[in-house]
């Protein structure tokens, strides 16, 4: 596979990487793991003029908690680190089950969490969890930064609201009310291949109590699903049985899924109903266990 | 005293494999990794559409990029009478289409530039008129009478029909079923696959217009065969021909034909006078080249009450695509099909086969298949599988009653093999105990109560390797002997060359093994060298599970030549008779004193210092071997799986592989064969395919549509060995390349279906992805055909 010819600059500060944006005024790509992009330039889907790669700029790979509870993720944060990663066991279960599906364990060191979110794959996992978690972007531009909400941030099919002279230099994802509980679960026909449907719940907890809820779709729609509006019947209530049933295919109704080759839209949304009650079952499980 | 044949790497020894010191250091020698001076990049533009009339190609603003020396049309290959090339199934392909593009993907033009990025740009700069015409994707739509002729280039090519075969006993067949208590069907499509070899085809053709020679390194299983087939296509005079194949990454059969990317190569070499190289991609590779398989198979079974089975009647319809380029013996035209049931007393049975062109990618005959044996297995073993059910007989125990049994060899079988070696029954038993088949009944009852589905399938065969005589083997007219030829050294240490063509088997392991086990001299002590025409000697190369049996006992004989002369050499140094000359490993002595002896290596250096008088100095030979029979290895595969009745998802428990092989040369190597097929038969099962939507794109171009496998996915496997040697091979070997790949698939097929059995599934066809089996279990119908396409997803 012989990509179109492009340059390619390694710039040492988020200022000049935006610098180099801004001059080539959206014909320039920021390179963070290359685990999207390059496929894309590989196979003549997409001929940038030029590459602003950006994993030089030293202070991008952090994950942290912050002592207000808010977790912050870098640029050049890989998948990888937040596998087997106690702060996102602790404080974003979501994020640490989600961690070991993303793709396979070669893409995982280099692929990046922000780059996922930013390539806006309807089938990636990282937008799908942040959309749970209620999660934003702070982007960085040539006036400074600003910040954007995920519902806000990936608008379609590979689109973000990014400007083209601007980077995604961290995701943020607020403190919880309560304590934070989640999972993620993803049908694939193998390690690596886009998924049939994938499903991220976040809820936080008061006790047995649900005090906040979200969930988001992967795969099973033109973009990312916010099934958060068909979680809230959880707030304020214990999980149950009946509740769970009820979230389950209320959530399965927001999925938007094709037919294809991977299955028809029916057996699509019969796995996020399957997956939405086995990740609601389970933690029905462990906070009746906490408590 | 004899030496330990263990410790000098003979027979049976589990030796490190010589090949891999260079390949884990990233020292191998690939096609792609030579670098001739001066040496220019060929890329093919390929064709977009499955079926289309070309009405104008225009390549003025492919050489307005700088860096571009030539453009190849198919006008130009015409007028050089290479438009079209001969297959190896006595039909022709395009080379460069001129009339039409007859596949998607099909080769139009070649850009020869500096780099290949320079190709690349080039070649999207081609501009190509085409007339879209109607695409047929399978062979139903082809068999209609008025369907579009996809071969309108032929003559006397009234339809898009290839080939209408038969063989077997109608009549007899016919009585079997009159006579039936209970008839039992089956129809399935076993999917289209592709061998996708980790490296791709490609190629470096050199003609030196001083010497008038033509070098063409390139990715070969069988450099002779392009050696013979260069020298008519290109009218050269076939010693100024040097076929090289170097390191293979890999085959699978997928380099066994002869693509149009060579051919092109070799006249943009004739026509630059400098060396041309085209190395074709992943998804050139994946679209273009040999895939194996898509077949539909039909059949019934006659059986009587008790489980005797009394005969078969079996049909298939297959789909060659474009081109017949099915690299097979040319006696027959589905390749060894009717080897179905060779495993099984089975007193008749009759086969029909026809075979279509379609606007698909030509090929059929690859990926590990030993010539459809795989479909004819698969089929063989769905087939058993339904008909014990419809007996209500156990699986296992409807095997046993019909497997041929140990003292019924030599058998014939209904089609006419002649099956002679092997325990079957021992091979189910070992199998069964290992897997707790006593148990599993009351496991799976106790299972289903709990709302799981528990299954197990079994698969036993026996498959016809190392074609072959040459009575009844050839390919365009060449006998399939195979040869080898050794040298040995007057240190005694040796070099071996042979007509087969190593991609990963292991041979520079394993043919040294075979000489330290016929002469003593440390397998260490051999270089084995392959692939090059003007060095090796002529052989058929390496495909159908056929080295071991054909040129293996070739290295063989061969060495016994070789001990045959140092033999008179040991009698001359020991001044004695020859007569009077014992040999043990490594060591010729006198029979009466054992103590008084010459090593092989002291024959070797007399036979270069000290001759006897009238005895031609040097210690080589060669050898010829055509091979009095195929070779039977049997196995018998046993999967446990449990399926997520919510999501049809269905995870494998245990797989246990009983294989009898025959005498295995390098058990490791034997091993990593069978668990490297099994791999390959968990792919095909579970979510590897291509397919094409009903204008002819192909679904599986890419690795995001073509699944391989991980690790991670892929169960382990457990291994088990029975040892039947081959009656007539020179050290009992039967082959086991292809016998994972082969009887693997239908034991994944057998689990899944037994675990939906009380449902009333009856058939899953491949790949069994979780979306068909939950459509199987929840509505209790069968899945057949190809998973839907949806373009741009
Ligand atoms: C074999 C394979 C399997 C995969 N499987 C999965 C999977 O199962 N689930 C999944 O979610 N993903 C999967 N992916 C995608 C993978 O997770 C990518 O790593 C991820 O989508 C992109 O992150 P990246 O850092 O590699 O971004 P890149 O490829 O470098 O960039 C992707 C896009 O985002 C832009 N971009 C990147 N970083 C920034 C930034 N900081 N600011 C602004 N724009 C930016 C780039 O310009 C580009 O357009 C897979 C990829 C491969 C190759």
């Known amino acids: 596979m012989y990509p179109s010819r492009f340059g390619y600059e390694a710039p040492k500060t988020i200022d000049e990487a935006i610098a180099i944006l801004d001059k080539y005024a959206g014909e320039a790509k920021v390179l963070s793991g290359g685990q999207s992009l390059i496929p894309v330039i590989k196979l003549r889907f997409a001929a940038p003029e030029m590459l602003v790669d950006i994993n030089g700029i030293p202070g991008l790979d952090y994950n942290r908690v912050d002592p207000d509870g808010s977790i912050h993720i870098g640029a050049l944060c890989r998948h990888e680190d937040l596998e087997n990663n106690e702060l996102m066991e602790k404080h974003a279960p979501t994020i640490a089950a989600a961690a070991p599906l993303v793709s396979d364990p070669i893409v995982r060191t280099r692929g990046t969490f922000v780059g996922s979110v930013c390539h806006a794959d309807p089938q990636g996992d990282w937008a799908a969890t942040m959309t749970a978690m209620g999660g934003h972007i702070v982007a960085q531009g040539p006036n400074g930064t600003r910040e954007i909400a995920m519902n806000d941030f990936v608008i379609g099919p590979f689109q973000n609201t990014l400007a083209y002279n601007e980077i995604a230099i961290e995701a943020v994802i607020p403190a919880p009310k309560g304590v934070r509980v989640g999972s993620y679960l993803k049908l694939e026909r193998r390690v690596g291949d886009f998924a049939t449907a994938s499903v991220a719940v976040s809820l936080e907890m008061n006790g047995e109590t649900v005090i906040g809820a979200g969930i988001a779709l992967a795969s099973v729609g033109g973009r990312t699903i916010d099934a958060t509006a068909a979680a809230q019947s959880l707030v304020g209530n214990k999980i149950t049985p009946e509740l769970i049933a009820e979230v389950a295919a209320a959530v399965a109704a927001t999925a938007e899924p094709r037919t294809d080759h991977r299955g028809s839209s029916d057996y699509k949304r019969q796995i996020v109903k399957t997956f939405v009650t086995r990740i609601l079952t389970g933690l029905a499980t462990t906070s009746q266990k906490a408590a | ?266 006249l943009a070499s004739i026509l630059t006078e400098v060396p041309v190289k085209w190395i074709e991609d992943k998804t050139g590779n994946l679209i273009s080249t040999g895939f194996g398989r898509d077949v539909y198979l039909q059949g019934e079974m006659a059986l009587r009450k008790d489980g005797k089975m009394l005969g078969m009647r079996m049909k298939t319809i297959s789909d060659h695509g474009a081109f017949y380029a099915d690299a097979q013996p040319s006696k027959f035209k589905i390749g060894l099909m009717h080897s179905a049931f060779a495993a099984y007393d089975l007193p008749a049975a009759h086969l029909e086969s026809v075979g279509y062109y379609t606007n698909k990618a030509p090929g059929g005959v690859a990926y590990r298949c030993s010539f459809r044996v795989t479909e004819a297995m698969f089929f063989q073993e769905r087939m058993v599988h339904a008909a014990a059910n419809d007996l209500g007989m156990d699986q296992a125990e409807f095997r046993r009653m019909n497997l041929v049994k140990d003292d019924m060899f030599p058998y014939r079988t209904a089609f006419g093999f002649l099956t002679d070696s092997g325990q079957y029954g021992k091979c189910l038993d070992i199998g069964m105990k290992a897997i707790g088949y006593d148990t599993y009944k009351a496991e799976q009852a106790e ?104 040129a293996g006992a070739a290295v063989a004989m061969v060495a016994r030549k070789i001990r045959a002369k140092a033999r008179k050499i040991a009698a001359h140094l020991l001044e004695v008779s020859e007569e009077d000359i014992e040999w043990e490993l490594g060591r010729f002595y006198v029979r009466s004193n054992k103590e008084r002896g010459v090593t092989i290596q002291d024959c070797a250096l007399a036979a270069y210092s000290n001759m006897p008088d009238g005895m031609e100095p040097g210690l080589e030979n060669n050898a010829y071997y055509d091979p009095p029979n195929l070779t039977w290895p049997f196995a018998a595969y046993f999967v446990k799986v449990e399926v997520d009745a919510e999501t049809g998802v269905w995870d494998v428990l245990k797989v246990v592989a009983v294989d009898d092989c025959g005498v295995r040369i390098n058990p490791m190597i034997v091993e990593a064969q069978i668990m490297g097929g099994l791999t390959e038969a968990y792919a095909m099962a579970s979510m590897q395919y291509q397919t094409y939507d009903d204008q002819g794109n192909m679904i599986g171009a890419n690795y995001m549509d073509y699944l391989l496998p991980t690790a991670w996915e892929t169960p382990g496997f457990e291994l088990h060995e029975v040892v039947t040697p081959c009656p007539h091979h020179p050290i009992g070997a039967k082959g086991v390349g292809e016998c994972a790949t082969v009887a693997g698939p239908a034991a994944f097929v057998n689990a899944v279906v037994d675990a939906l059995g009380h449902l009333g599934v009856r058939n899953i066809d491949m790949p069994m992805m979780p979306n068909r089996v939950y459509e199987a279990l929840t509505t209790g119908k069968d899945i057949s055909g190809m998973p839907p396409v949806m373009m741009g997803d």
Not at chain 2, 49 to 77: C, F, N, Q, W
Not at chain 2, 469 to 497: C, P, Q, W
Request: proline share 5%.
């Open chain 2, 447 to 550: 299972a289903r109560s709990r709302g799981k589905l528990l299954g197990i399938g079994i698969s036993t065969m026996t498959e016809p390797l190392g074609a072959g005589n040459s009575r009844e083997y050839d390919i365009l007219g060449i006998k399939m002997f195979d040869s080898a030829e050794l040298r040995v050294h007057m240190t005694g240490k040796a070099i071996l060359r042979t007509g087969a063509m190593n991609q990963g088997q292991g041979h520079q392991t394993t043919w040294a093994q075979i000489v330290a086990h016929e002469l003593g001299i440390p397998a260490d002590d051999v270089t084995v060298e392959e692939g090059d025409t003007d060095t090796a000697p002529f052989g058929m190369g390496t495909y159908a599970s056929r080295s071991t049996p054909v």
């Open chain 2, 1 to 266: 005293m004899a030496l330990d044949e263990i410790k000098i790497g003979g027979l049976g020894a589990s030796r490190r494999r010589v090949e891999d010191n260079r390949f884990i250091r990233g020292k191998g020698n690939y096609v792609d990794d030579i670098v001739l001076p001066g040496m220019l990049h060929m890329e093919l533009l390929r064709s977009p559409l499955a079926h289309a009339r070309i009405k104008s190609i225009d390549v003025s603003k492919a050489y307005e990029i700088p860096g571009v020396r030539l453009v190849l049309t198919g006008e130009m290959m015409a007028a050089r009478n290479l438009a079209w090339m001969p297959t190896l199934s006595y039909d022709t392909q395009a080379v460069l289409a001129t009339d039409k593009v007859r596949f998607q993907g099909q080769e139009v033009a070649a850009v020869i530039a500096d780099d290949p990025y320079i190709a690349k740009d080039a070649c999207q700069a081609i501009v190509v008129e085409y007339e879209q015409l109607p695409a047929i994707v399978n062979p139903f739509q082809a068999m209609e009478s008025d369907s579009v002729v996809i071969r309108d280039d032929k003559e006397n090519q009234p339809g898009n029909k290839i080939f209408d075969w038969e063989i077997g006993d109608k009549a007899a067949t016919d009585k079997a079923f009159a006579e039936a208590d209970v008839v039992s069907k089956m129809e399935l499509h076993y999917p289209r696959s592709h061998p996708s070899p980790m490296e791709t085809c490609g190629s470096i053709a050199d003609f030196n217009r001083a010497t008038g020679k033509l070098t063409v390194y390139m990715t070969s299983q069988a450099p002779h065969i392009v050696r013979a087939a260069v020298a008519m296509v290109a009218e050269l005079p076939e010693h100024m021909i040097r076929i090289v194949s170097p390191d293979l990454g890999g085959g699978f059969g997928n380099k066994v034909p002869i693509y149009p990317g060579y051919v092109v190569a070799i």
